[in-house]
């Protein structure tokens, strides 16, 4: 059964790119590298993800619980809320953390490490959806995106498990990984407390049948139900 909730704005939510920059350039440093994460396989493993109807100025977002072992949904929720803030490339964390924040909050039980259908460190300001969510509820956090935003990758290997750097210059911000054979990688990048050899990991723990994690292809589903149905005019 899944719990459904209104998503509210924070009070003193950033309205502005320079309120929203700002917010970043604090946050940022808190974000934790030094830690491994859980072992793939091992406990709960969430999803979360977001949809939109601009028309009707409403999003939806979704938090699917799975069993790391087995891929069975343990449980969902969503939260339906106005958008809180305008569309801005680089920003998008503060139009989705709000309506994620509420479904998280409305789960039935702790939901493990985190799954962004989005980024982490691979973002241009080093601070995605992935940091800016595990800062702020201090889980672990990892961002599996399905292209490779502004930066640079060789294709990795043919095989499943295959990888390559995702690189902002020289600089390794992510990796694509093959999560089938010959078919187009995603794009992995840590959010908050996981290495990135464990967030590769974790996303091919995730996707055994599908080139995207199971994680972020129920959520996907379910967010978009939930926007479909939500009780909000024009």
């Not at 072992?69 to 106005?82: P, Y």
């Not at 601070?127 to 995106?145: E, I, K, R, W, Y």
């Not at 723990?205 to 080139?211: C, G, N």
């Amino acid at each position: 059964m899944t719990t459904t909730v209104t998503a509210q704005t924070p009070a003193h939510w950033p309205a502005t790119e320079e309120q929203a920059r700002a917010v970043q350039d604090a946050l940022r440093g808190r974000v934790v590298l030094d830690e491994p994460g859980p072992p793939p396989g091992t406990g709960r493993v969430t999803g979360v993800d977001v949809a939109y109807d601009d028309a009707r100025d409403v999003v939806a977002a979704a938090a699917v619980v799975l069993d790391a072992g087995t891929l069975d949904v343990v449980a969902e929720a969503t939260a339906v809320g106005r958008i809180s803030f305008p569309y801005v490339p680089g920003l998008l964390a503060f139009r989705e953390i709000p309506a994620v924040l509420a479904a998280l909050d409305a789960l039935p039980c702790p939901p493990g490490l985190v799954v962004c259908d989005g980024y982490g460190l691979a973002h241009p300001r080093r601070f995605g959806l992935a940091s800016h969510l595990g800062v702020l509820t201090g889980l672990p956090t990892v961002g599996v995106a399905k292209n490779p935003f502004t930066f640079t990758y060789d294709a990795p290997d043919t095989p499943r498990g295959s990888t390559s750097p995702l690189l902002a210059g020289a600089e390794e911000v992510g990796r694509a990984v093959r999560t089938r054979d010959g078919v187009k990688p995603v794009f992995v990048s840590v959010g908050h407390r996981v290495d990135l050899a464990n967030a590769c990991a974790q996303t091919l723990a995730l996707a055994p049948a599908h080139r995207l994690p199971e994680t972020t292809r129920r959520a996907d589903a379910l967010c978009r139900t939930a926007l479909r149905t939500a009780a909000y005019p024009a």
